[in-house]
């Protein structure tokens, strides 16, 4: 996941930044596996309420 950000953006400005974005894309990642609505859940975890893909 680093190296896709990295090709496409030059490189993180912080390690934090790297983390967050590892974090991120696997949530998507776990979420597309599961075939469930990305914007949905991504909307439900900004939100305070979480979905959790491989629950349901």
């Known amino acids: 996941m680093?190296?896709?950000?990295q090709k496409?953006?030059?490189t993180f400005r912080s390690s934090s930044g790297s983390k967050f974005f590892a974090r991120i894309?696997?949530?998507i990642s776990t979420v597309?596996?599961?075939s469930k609505n990305t914007i949905?859940?991504?909307e439900s975890a900004f939100t305070g309420?979480?979905?959790d893909p491989t629950l349901t």
Not at 2 to 5: F, H, Y
Request: with cysteine; hydrophobic share 20%; charged share 35%.
């Open 32 to 34: 597309r596996k599961h």
């Open 49 to 51: 309420k979480p979905i």
């Open 2 to 5: 680093t190296k896709v950000k």
């Open 8 to 10: 496409v953006s030059g």
């Open 40 to 42: 949905e859940c991504l």
């Open 25 to 27: 894309r696997g949530y």
